[in-house]
């Protein structure tokens, strides 16, 4: 049974704007709270802020970004989020963007598959308690987090497209979509995902989709809330190919026609709370265990107490 939760639809400046989602989190069927990469208030920091504040929920970095950090950092984070919320986390990374690869490290990864895979073995060793002994065209490391009894911490890779998915399907405990219709993940993302566990001889990973959506509402048409959504995605090179892969008419130069396109294609989904249920309903039959909620549009352009009625109302519909 597909679980749902809840994703922080904003860069926090301070942490206490993370307590009412948090908040939704535990008293709500909501499974999981959610955040992206943050270049505000760092989402491992808000995240124990809200612990400190009574909220300790489980949590999902979807996905925090691989130049920021050494895997030997990225792995300590991660284990001490757990510790100090007291609950499970999924450690989601990504290579990120090209430019900013070229910004941090002064060139971009030649292979970002590589450097991947080195990423998430060297941090899955680690938080294995393992001493972990690698030696990388990206990465290196030679040694081992000091054991001790924490909460579990799951190692997630964020996914688009088919390489992704099968070096998740090797590695990774769960693949961290974003923006991918069900039927894209259904036909392409998850049997690659089988493919990679197959090769590893290990069960498939868990499959997290981080979805946009709206409630409709009068003077906002769909296309716009999807653009407020999505404007910076509609101009990456890797989206823009993930989402031509999966049917999504997108030209890559008119932005606003091109979020007009992600609802046509289902990669926006909009409607009232029955129109909703039946659209998220293709994510439970495409195979997706978790779909997380993302209402960035309507806070970007209805605000916040919008956004926080959408969820709420979207996750009454969903528990009754």
Not at 16 to 33: D, H, K, N, S
Not at 164 to 171: F, K, Y
Request: glycine share 10%; proline share 8%.
């Amino acid at each position: 049974m597909t679980s749902y939760s809840v994703l922080v639809p904003f860069l926090p400046k301070r942490p206490e704007q993370l307590l009412p989602y948090a908040g939704l989190v535990q008293w709500t069927r909501a499974e999981r709270l959610w955040q992206g990469q943050a270049l505000f208030l760092e989402p491992h920091q808000g995240f124990a802020h809200a612990a400190g504040a009574g909220f300790r929920v489980p949590t999902g970095l979807g996905v925090t970004l691989m130049p920021l950090r050494h895997p030997y950092e990225a792995a300590l984070q991660a284990r001490s989020l757990a510790l100090a919320t007291g609950r499970p986390v999924v450690a989601g990374f990504g290579p990120g963007a090209r430019s900013m690869q070229q910004s941090l490290l002064g060139e971009p990864y030649r292979s970002p598959l590589t450097a991947a895979r080195e990423y998430l073995t060297i941090v899955r060793g680690l938080l294995a308690n393992e001493v972990v002994d690698v030696k990388g065209e990206y990465f290196s490391c030679h040694g081992a987090l000091h054991a001790f009894p924490a909460p579990p911490v799951e190692l997630g890779l964020g996914v688009l497209r088919p390489g992704m998915a099968r070096l998740a399907g090797e590695l990774a405990d769960v693949a961290v979509t974003w923006l991918t219709p069900a039927p894209y993940l259904g036909d392409v993302v998850l049997p690659a995902m089988r493919e990679g566990a197959a090769k590893a001889d290990r069960p498939v990973p868990r499959l997290t989709a981080i979805v946009p959506i709206a409630l409709e509402r009068e003077g906002h048409e769909p296309g716009t809330l999807a653009l407020a959504s999505n404007a910076a995605h509609l101009q990456g090179p890797h989206y823009l190919d993930m989402l031509r892969r999966a049917g999504v008419g997108v030209s890559g130069g008119d932005v606003k026609a091109d979020a007009r396109a992600l609802v046509e294609g289902g990669a926006f989904l909009s409607g009232d709370t029955d129109e909703l249920l039946a659209q998220l309903s293709a994510y439970e039959k495409a195979g997706v265990d978790e779909v997380v909620l993302n209402v960035t549009g309507v806070f970007n352009v209805a605000g916040a107490q919008e956004a926080m009625s959408d969820l709420k109302r979207i996750l009454a519909a969903l528990s009754a």
